[in-house]
């Protein structure tokens, strides 16, 4: 009994013959349009000897799908005494496209060549199968899976878009903030730097003193460097200058910071422990004028007796009896008029 492969390769020559007679029908027809080739099919396998259905596709349907027409061809053979082999042929045509050197309607065979031989024919099939079978089965919610990762991707795009326009914001909204930080910066060290020349002078009665930014021409980002020049030296950094001319400069550039942004309370903690009585005299005198050109309480905390007599009231801890101890307050003033009264 002759093998399906065996009658194949017997009928080469008709197989070669019915292919030209499908490559001559022109393909640069409408998209979709399939029914010449299908009739040009359907007469060629009827010379053949095989009885041949035809079944045109519903027009609703093709166009549904972008066509133009549709028809599938069904051939049945039964080859000796075995099972009746029915063959679906369907075409897609298409433009041949450009840069043909030969007719591409010509179906001919060009410098006399042949067709290769059936065993290259079956290797390469063997191959292409192998190459096939690499590339693993056919994932059938390949389309499905395809909607999702779109729809994914698209929003996670919409979330960049929507990351990327809320740096940019804040990024305005940071350089905004470091504009108009700079300014009220450079505004109020003006301010200071002026208050502290003024109370550095009045304090060692000449001399002269001045802050200056360092390490970066942005102030936001500089440092600060307190120089002074007490009445015969020269100009010098804070850190050079003694523990009583550096505590006189710390008190006028804090009180020059309190004449630009006063606080209700201020607490100076032994301030006068490095200073003799005429730099003390000299602080209280200062101090009294803080008092008067701020609303702030000045709290001083101090052992020295020239401090306490220049303040207006004194609170003090005493104890009468050992291991009781009492707060005592007295207003100077009451005291000094009960005392004249006397």
Request: glycine letters at 8%; hydrophobic letters at 40%; charged letters at 25%.
């Given at each position: 009994?002759?093998?399906i ?9 008709a197989?070669?013959?019915?292919v030209a ?6 393909s ?5 349009d399939?029914?010449?080739?299908a009739?040009?099919?359907?007469e060629?396998?009827?010379a ?7 079944h045109?596709v ?13 028809t ?15 063959l ?30 059936q065993?290259?024919?079956?290797k ?13 089965g056919?994932?059938?919610r ?11 991707l ?17 990024r305005?909204g ?11 910066l450079?505004?109020?060290?003006e301010?200071v ?12 009665e ?19 460097e ?5 009445p015969?030296?020269?100009?010098q ?14 008190m ?7 004449l ?8 100076l903690?032994?301030v006068d422990a490095p ?7 000299r602080f209280?005198?200062l101090?009294?004028?803080m ?6 309480r ?8 020239l ?9 003090g801890?005493?104890?009468?009896e050992?291991g009781?101890s009492?707060?005592?307050?007295v207003?100077l003033?009451?005291a ?7």
């Amino acid at each position: 009994m002759m093998s399906i492969g065996e009658w194949l390769r017997g009928q080469r020559a008709a197989q070669t013959a019915f292919v030209a007679e499908l490559v001559r029908i022109p393909s640069d027809n409408p998209p979709g349009d399939c029914a010449r080739h299908a009739e040009r099919t359907a007469e060629l396998l009827a010379a053949m000897g095989f009885s041949v259905e035809r079944h045109i596709v519903p027009p609703e349907l093709v166009r549904a799908h972008g066509l133009t027409s549709i028809t599938n061809l069904v051939a049945r053979h039964r080859f000796g005494d075995g099972p009746t082999i029915a063959l679906n042929a369907h075409g897609d045509v298409v433009p041949p496209g450009e840069g043909w050197t030969a007719d591409p309607y010509g179906a001919e065979i060009r410098d006399g060549e042949e067709l290769p031989p059936q065993e290259h024919a079956d290797k390469r099939v063997e191959k292409l199968k192998q190459e096939r079978e690499q590339l693993g089965g056919v994932n059938l919610r390949a389309e499905e899976e395809a909607a999702e990762q779109e729809a994914r991707l698209t929003a996670i795009i919409a979330d960049r878009a929507d990351l990327e326009g809320a740096i940019e914001r804040l990024r305005r909204g940071i350089q905004s903030l470091n504009r108009e930080g700079r300014e009220r910066l450079l505004e109020s060290f003006e301010k200071v730097n002026a208050n502290f020349q003024t109370l550095f002078t009045k304090l060692f009665e000449g001399g002269e003193a001045k802050l200056t930014f360092t390490e970066s021409e942005d102030p936001l980002e500089a440092g600060l460097e307190i120089y002074a020049r007490p009445p015969g030296k020269r100009l010098q950094a804070l850190s050079l200058l003694s523990g009583g001319e550096q505590a006189l400069t710390a008190m006028s550039l804090i009180f020059a910071v309190f004449l630009v942004n006063p606080a209700p309370v201020c607490v100076l903690d032994e301030v006068d422990a490095p200073l003799d009585d005429a730099n003390v005299e000299r602080f209280c005198n200062l101090l009294d004028e803080m008092t008067r050109l701020t609303d702030t309480r000045f709290l001083v905390i101090t052992h020295h007796a020239l401090t306490m007599s220049r303040m207006n009231r004194l609170f003090g801890v005493t104890m009468a009896e050992r291991g009781v101890s009492q707060l005592v307050s007295v207003t100077l003033a009451q005291a000094e008029q009960v005392i004249a009264a006397e």
